[in-house]
């Protein structure tokens, strides 16, 4: 974990709940991010690996999904340099001060002026399913679960649900 973010697990009862019924598992939780910059890209994997492991589930699905417009989902790999130009080539692709609707008040009431956040979120996506097999979540050699905050600073919900078989 970097400097530039906290993650932790959901305490409520409102973000944890597990079921177990006949050898079937239904179990989630929530990961709160929290941000500094307004473009970050953080690598999710080692807690969500945890949530897997800590489920209870041998073999089933995982869901993981961020609860924000502006906040997207994904898989990648992690390294410093492919960071930076996934960030470059979503600021090229989407310019941040392009003649939005989103942003122009005769067309919005948001006073975020984050038009190209909702965009760039929509490219990336808000949901990844993954298998879990063994009692682990399935990526490939360099695969890893990145959360994109596009909006920041703030604080971020990404939920995580695993249904499967003990």
Do not use: Y
Not at 28 to 47: A, S
Not at 55 to 84: D, K, M, P, W, Y
Not at 86 to 94: D, F, M, R, S, V
Not at 125 to 139: C, D, F, T
């Amino acid at each position: 974990m970097s400097k530039a973010s906290g993650i932790s697990a959901g305490e409520t009862s409102a973000t944890h709940a597990a079921t177990t019924s006949g050898g079937v598992v239904v179990h989630g939780d929530t990961l709160v991010v929290d941000t500094r910059d307004r473009i970050q890209l953080e690598d999710i994997t080692d807690r969500i690996r945890q949530f897997v492991r800590g489920s209870g589930a041998r073999e089933g699905i995982l869901s993981v999904a961020s609860l924000h417009t502006t906040c997207a989902v994904f898989i990648n790999e992690t390294q410093t340099a492919l960071h930076a130009d996934i960030k470059a080539c979503l600021e090229g692709l989407i310019a941040r001060d392009g003649a939005w609707r989103h942003n122009d008040p005769a067309h919005s009431d948001c006073d975020r002026m984050n038009a190209d956040s909702h965009l760039r979120a929509m490219l990336l996506g808000h949901s990844l399913a993954l298998q879990v097999s063994g009692g682990e979540v399935i990526l490939g050699q360099w695969q890893r679960v990145l959360m994109a905050e596009l909006d920041g600073p703030r604080a971020r919900s990404i939920r995580l649900q695993v249904i499967g078989i003990a």
